[in-house]
């Protein structure tokens, strides 16, 4: 690892104009990143969110994600020279193929590619054709016969929706009931599609869980250091799931000889495996694991960055961002500069709305006194500014509290003392983000 370079390096310069599309936490992160590129002369933001308003050398639009049309004129009208796509929706609709077929660089999957989070059958075949870890499943695409394989395996397994669902669609079930029970939800259209769904059955694995992200250009790819996530909404990992509760990175519990490992058993062979099918996969793939006595398994792919892992990771990389997403797009990896990693430990914490993951509070004006420095990042997920310029939340993760340190507990204290620096009704966070690395 080189530490990150501050002196501007003109020839590393990157896209000039870059687009984000999205508005969470990630987005935010991304927007900030990426004005701090190299070669970055403006950064478009959309549609945004209340800390997007506020970044230096971003600007903020409103069209959403789901209007390609509206999306597709501002890469024309702000002659936009790449085009960072966050959330999964708009990859699974095809944004990235109508931007691309209209020639802007796109750092994002086409539809075919985010076919890896967007159906969780499609991604275990592949896994399993290209001999990449992963628990052992059973495909299902009726109530049927999905009770049937459940049954034959005689133990509660794992219950997959197999689209889209927002963090909502897995039941790790412990009684053979609670299976039956998440099956039958599935088939009553519970994610959308009723008699049509279909859902993948897993076995059960157990281990520590990691994100590694894979910047793919198609053909080649670079690493992000791994990062873990707190999907829980209470302190001890108790609780219903959330989309993310707080994260850290580099996570110690894979070392740079086991990022070489998963890297040669997971990221390689997806990738190889998405080619031989004529996929050009160019954007991140996020690859869940467990870390299972036997190694590490596959949990899901995802097509998109983490969130909250992209905050807590960008403060890490370089200048070099914005050449290295650009080069991505473009099917260049091999042209780009290297990536530098701050060696350095980042630590994020999200403050979420009351009622979180539940039914939420909204409306709540956000009172801040942090003031932005070098090694503390505020980034806004679910807030929005109102026209009198306030800011006010509207989401269920609503602000990202990231610092970075030389160590677990200096990062994790730098991020609860600025926690305490911002308030709004009702806020919530867990204490213990990063126990699993922090001595004090
Ligand atoms: P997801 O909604 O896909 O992020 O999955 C939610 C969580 O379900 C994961 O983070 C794991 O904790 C758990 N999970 C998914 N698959 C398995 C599995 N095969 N064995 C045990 N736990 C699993
Ligand atoms: N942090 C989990 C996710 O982004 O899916």
């Known amino acids: 690892m080189t530490s990150a370079a501050s002196q501007p390096n003109p ?50 639009l409103t069209v959403a994600e789901s209007d390609h049309t509206g999306l597709l004129e501002i890469c024309h009208s702000e002659a936009i020279d790449l085009v960072v796509v966050g959330p999964e929706a708009p990859l699974a609709a095809g944004l990235a193929d109508r931007l691309r077929q209209a ?23 592949l896994m399993q054709e290209a001999g990449v870890p992963t628990a052992g499943y059973w495909p299902a695409n009726s109530l049927e016969q999905a009770l049937t394989a459940l049954e034959t ?52 694995t157990v281990g520590p869980e990691v994100s590694v992200f894979a910047l793919c250009d198609g053909e080649r790819l670079v690493l992000l250091p791994p990062a873990q996530d707190h999907k829980r909404i209470g302190e001890g990992d108790t609780g219903p799931n959330t989309g993310g509760m707080g994260a850290y990175a580099p996570a110690p519990l894979i070392d740079a000889a086991g990022l070489a490992e998963v890297r040669r058993l997971v990221l390689d062979p997806t990738l190889a495996a998405l080619r031989a099918r004529g996929i050009d996969y160019r954007g991140v793939i996020y690859a869940g694991l467990m870390l299972t006595a036997s190694g590490p398994s596959v949990i899901e792919f995802n097509c998109r960055f983490g969130d909250p892992e992209c905050e807590t990771l960008m403060p890490l990389l370089g200048p070099e961002l914005a050449a290295v997403l650009l080069a991505c797009a473009r099917g260049r990896l091999d042209q780009a500069p290297e990536l530098t990693i701050a060696p350095r430990c980042s630590a994020c914490v999200i403050a979420a709305a009351e009622g979180y993951p539940g039914e939420i509070r909204k409306g709540d004006p956000i009172d801040s006194q942090l003031q932005n420095r070098d090694d503390l990042q505020l980034f806004h997920a679910g807030t929005r500014r109102l026209e ?24 994790f204290a730098q991020a609860y003392a600025g926690l305490a620096q911002v308030q709004f009704e009702g806020m919530t966070y867990r204490r213990d983000i990063g126990h699993q690395v922090r001595r004090a």
């Open 11 to 60: 020839s590393l310069a990157g896209p000039a104009r870059v687009l984000v599309v999205g508005g969470g936490g990630r987005e935010n992160a991304l927007g900030w990143a990426l004005a701090r590129s190299h070669g970055v002369e403006r950064v478009w933001v959309t549609p945004g969110n209340g800390g997007t308003t506020e970044l230096t050398g971003v600007a903020q």
């Open 388 to 411: 009198d310029g306030r800011c006010v939340s509207s989401g269920g993760r609503v602000l990202a509290l990231v610092a970075q340190a030389d160590d677990f507990d200096a990062a």
């Open 153 to 204: 395996q005689g133990q509660p397994l794992v219950v997959k929706a197999d689209g889209l669902a927002a963090g909502k669609g897995v039941t790790v079930a412990e009684t053979m009931d609670e299976a039956r029970a998440a099956i039958e939800e599935i088939f009553a259209g519970r994610f959308g599609e009723g008699e049509g769904a279909s859902l993948v059955l897993e076995e059960r």
């Open 103 to 125: 020639g802007f660089a796109v750092f994002g999957p086409g539809a075919d590619g985010a076919r890896l989070e967007a159906s969780k059958q499609w991604a275990k075949a």
